[in-house]
């Protein structure tokens, strides 16, 4: 599309602030609302699926779908202990703000062993109904629900313990069964978002969690990853594209060397750690590719070093056709409000293609 044609123009008028919305988890601080001509929620919409936004989208700019059923069988629990429905045992970790497997006792040392230790929940049978009632969405957001825990390695790890499940993706023996395993886990993913989809009409677009790196480099290697991952990706993100949402993968560790595998799989984007050199990968693959960016370090306390931040972010993110979300890598740059006007403005007349 012409952003010329359908963008109405820039108006000083936007940077009035209407509303706040919650900051995100509890830590971080509140969003201001400016008078913008979308809603946040359609130009978040926009930003995934034309990559043609009014303005920078940012990751605050979403709303989590929270869902009991899912939270009891399939997540880590918040700031308390429980067991899911494998039998997997989950410890809230205060100092960590999340929840870990204890480890030491897996549900089973050998992939091949999974189908007579565990069995896949039947998530047809869920209270959708109940979840649903009464339920409203705030219009102005974007809805999001996040898999936390995902469907492959990271489950694969809660199952078997790291090193059990870091062995079975090498095993030839054991290579079969972990198909068969994440293509059952998949088949339920891919129930689970037609009943969030049938259920919770207004729901935007999914987030999966699937860490796959350490501080340093990759958990395993591009052949593994094609192998064990990349058709159950593509699959359940085939999936999500068909109800006409997006997905976007939450992906932990230092893993650029895989990066090309999530634009292989058709996912929308990718929720990252800074220790990643986000500059370089927007560079290569930011059109195949929506990425959590951040701007340059600077003093949030400098309302001209602030400015200079939010521009020279805008200059090299923001791009009809190749727009970057502002992530939550400088968490001092999302406090200053003279940088959040300064993307906003900035941005506006980016996309306009006025600067």
Same mark, same amino acid.
């Given at each position: 599309?012409?952003?010329?044609?359908?963008?109405?123009?820039?108006?000083?008028?936007?940077?009035?602030?209407?509303?706040?919305?919650?900051?995100?988890?509890?830590?971080?601080?509140?969003?201001?609302?400016?008078?913008? !001509?979308?809603?946040?929620?359609?130009?978040?919409?926009?930003?995934?699926?034309?990559?043609? !936004?009014?303005?920078?989208?940012?990751?605050? #700019?979403?709303?989590?779908?929270?869902?009991?059923?899912?939270?009891?069988?399939?997540?880590?629990?918040?700031?308390?202990?429980?067991?899911?429905?494998?039998?997997?045992?989950?410890?809230?970790?205060?100092?960590?703000?999340?929840?870990?497997?204890?480890?030491?006792?897996?549900?089973?040392?050998?992939?091949?062993?999974?189908?007579?230790?565990?069995?896949?929940?039947?998530? #047809?049978?869920?209270?959708?109904?109940?979840?649903?009632?009464?339920?409203?969405?705030?219009?102005?957001?974007?809805?999001?629900?996040?898999?936390?825990?995902?469907?492959?390695?990271?489950?694969?790890?809660?199952?078997?313990?790291?090193?059990?499940?870091?062995?079975?993706?090498?095993?030839?023996?054991?290579?079969?069964?972990?198909?068969?395993?994440?293509?059952?886990?998949?088949?339920?993913?891919?129930?689970?978002?037609?009943?969030?989809?049938?259920?919770?009409?207004?729901?935007?677009?999914?987030?999966?969690?699937?860490?796959?790196?350490?501080?340093?480099?990759?958990?395993?290697?591009?052949?593994?990853?094609?192998?064990?991952?990349?058709?159950?990706?593509?699959?359940?993100?085939?999936?999500?594209?068909?109800?006409?949402?997006?997905?976007?993968?939450?992906?932990?560790?230092?893993?650029?060397?895989?990066?090309?595998?999530?634009?292989?799989?058709?996912?929308?984007?990718?929720?990252?750690?800074?220790?990643?050199?986000?500059?370089?990968?927007?560079?290569?693959?930011?059109?195949?590719?929506?990425?959590?960016?951040?701007?340059? !370090?600077?003093?949030?306390?400098?309302?001209?070093?602030?400015?200079?931040?939010?521009?020279?972010?805008?200059?090299?993110?923001?791009?009809?056709?190749?727009?970057?979300?502002?992530?939550?890598?400088?968490?001092?740059?999302?406090?200053?409000?003279?940088?959040?006007?300064?993307?906003?403005?900035?941005?506006?007349?980016?996309?306009?293609?006025?600067?």
């Amino acid at each position: 599309m012409n952003g010329l044609k359908r963008k109405p123009a820039y108006s000083e008028k936007e940077l009035r602030v209407v509303d706040q919305k919650p900051g995100y988890g509890g830590f971080m601080p509140p969003t201001d609302l400016f008078d913008t !001509p979308v809603s946040v929620r359609e130009n978040m919409n926009s930003h995934y699926f034309d990559k043609d !936004p009014w303005y920078a989208a940012t990751l605050r #700019d979403t709303t989590s779908l929270q869902l009991e059923a899912y939270n009891v069988n399939l997540s880590r629990p918040h700031k308390h202990d429980s067991v899911d429905f494998f039998g997997v045992p989950w410890k809230w970790v205060e100092s960590a703000g999340g929840s870990i497997t204890p480890g030491g006792n897996p549900r089973f040392e050998d992939a091949n062993e999974w189908r007579d230790v565990i069995s896949i929940p039947d998530v #047809d049978s869920w209270d959708w109904e109940g979840m649903a009632k009464d339920f409203r969405f705030d219009p102005r957001f974007s809805h999001i629900f996040t898999f936390l825990n995902g469907f492959w390695f990271e489950r694969l790890i809660s199952l078997m313990d790291f090193e059990n499940a870091a062995m079975a993706l090498v095993d030839s023996e054991q290579e079969d069964a972990v198909h068969d395993l994440f293509g059952e886990m998949t088949t339920m993913g891919n129930k689970l978002v037609d009943k969030i989809c049938e259920y919770f009409p207004g729901i935007d677009g999914f987030t999966v969690h699937d860490d796959w790196g350490a501080q340093k480099a990759p958990f395993f290697s591009d052949e593994v990853a094609r192998n064990y991952f990349l058709p159950y990706m593509k699959d359940f993100v085939g999936h999500i594209h068909s109800k006409g949402r997006y997905c976007v993968i939450h992906s932990c560790g230092k893993i650029e060397d895989r990066v090309h595998i999530f634009v292989e799989a058709g996912i929308d984007g990718w929720e990252m750690m800074n220790i990643n050199d986000v500059r370089k990968l927007y560079t290569e693959f930011g059109e195949d590719l929506c990425f959590q960016a951040w701007p340059l !370090p600077f003093d949030p306390e400098d309302d001209n070093a602030a400015k200079e931040a939010a521009r020279e972010f805008v200059d090299f993110f923001c791009h009809p056709g190749k727009p970057a979300l502002l992530g939550m890598g400088n968490r001092e740059a999302l406090g200053s409000k003279v940088f959040m006007e300064e993307v906003y403005e900035y941005s506006r007349k980016r996309y306009l293609g006025l600067v």
